[in-house]
């Protein structure tokens, strides 16, 4: 009864939220603090009578709050439920093999190659630099070289390694970079230590910034998503969501995440914290004989050097603590830490100094 598409996929597969037991969830790089506090407030004043009418299309209220903190028109702002909605809008209305391989680098976010397969879009994975960053003059040249790309897509800081690009580097990239062809960034980090390229967005027809309130706003459970560009790249993420969905931000996610704009105050305090506790993570882990890679994420990525990464990953989970193991060939060894609370790391660090002392 299967239809030969649905045959083909290999689906994207998400960290463990386990129900067996209680554990220290370090796996899955949700924010360890609460929502803003006027969330809270929201949710019980609510009117659920509203409820019975359909959510606003244009989420415009949401996009006009969104587009102000970046200083862009609404639309120039496009909203939908969770970035991988976004991102895969992106992917329908940005890249076919009509004009060659879409290109990302070689170890990332792995939900990429996915949608390339659901939507039959031929692609090219980029080698990382030796010390695993991006390295976008390898896109450059292979793009030189085969004429072959449909656009690049790529995140900042990278996932699973943390590893950042800075402004400038980006600029000369686009600036080296065809056109005529899609450029996305998907900054869902960006917010723990990194510059967004957000303020590029006028000066580049061809950039799309993909962002989420999953981890700087501490939303990952509403699934609430956005993209900066330019309009008629915005208007092109408008004519793949109505070709599909067109009420797919509910009333109350639409609330919420205009709420959670408005508070960036409360957000910055504790994503600097969490970027505080990110650095004592670090800089514990390399005093104890790990290899860390230098992280402007939520999240570490790291390995014990002689000790596979599915050991670490396995003998960490047998002792209440989890976190996020790739079993692919190039980063076996590694595993990659969200970053928890002070509490959570202290104990992991403790777990982490009794389980693999030298």
């Known amino acids: 009864m299967l239809s030969e598409r649905i045959r083909k996929l290999t689906p994207y597969v998400p960290g463990e939220q386990p ?8 796996n899955t790089n949700e924010n360890p603090y609460p929502p803003s506090p006027g ?8 009117d659920y009578n509203i409820l019975r009418l359909y959510p606003d299309p244009l989420a415009l209220n949401l996009r006009e709050k969104i587009g102000n903190l970046y200083q862009l028109p609404p639309d120039c702002v496009f909203a939908g439920n969770g970035s991988d909605e976004v991102l895969s809008f ?13 290109f990302f680098p070689e170890f990332t976010y792995s939900f990429y190659p996915v949608y390339c397969d659901f939507y039959s879009i031929r692609y090219k994975k980029i080698p990382l630099k030796p010390d695993f960053g991006i390295d976008l003059d390898a896109f450059l040249q292979a793009d030189s070289l085969t004429s072959a790309s449909c656009g690049i897509i790529f995140p900042n800081p990278n996932a699973p390694t943390g590893m950042y690009i800075n402004l400038k580097d980006i600029q000369a990239f686009l600036n080296a970079y065809a056109k005529d062809r899609v450029v996305i960034i998907d900054e869902a980090y960006i917010d723990f230590g990194g510059e967004s390229a957000a303020s590029l967005v006028p000066e580049y027809n061809n950039l799309l910034i993909v962002k989420t309130f999953s981890k700087s706003r501490s939303l990952a459970g509403l699934r609430l998503g956005y993209a900066l560009g330019q309009a008629p790249l915005i208007k092109a993420l408008f004519t793949a969501k109505d070709s ?53 994420a939520n999240f570490v990525f790291a390995g014990k050097p002689g000790i596979p990464g599915e050991v670490v990953y396995r003998t960490l989970k047998e002792h209440g603590i989890l976190v996020r193991y790739f079993n692919k060939q190039g980063i076996k ?19 982490v100094k009794k389980l693999f002392s030298s």
Not at 19 to 26: E, F, P, S, V
């Open 19 to 26: 129900r067996d037991k209680a554990y220290i969830k370090l």
């Open 39 to 46: 969330i809270r407030e929201l949710l019980k004043t609510f």
């Open 90 to 102: 992106a992917f329908f209305a940005f890249f076919d093999n009509s004009r060659g391989e879409l």
């Open 244 to 296: 599909f969905n067109s009420y797919p931000l509910d009333t109350l996610a639409q609330k919420i995440g205009e709420l959670a704009i408005e508070d960036s105050h409360y957000y910055s305090q504790i994503n600097s914290q969490v970027a505080a506790t990110r650095e004592i993570l670090s800089t514990s882990l390399s005093e104890l004989g790990w290899k860390v890679f230098p992280s402007k």
């Open 333 to 351: 060894d590694y595993v990659r830490i969200t970053v928890g609370t002070e509490k959570e790391i202290t104990l992991f660090l403790e777990k």
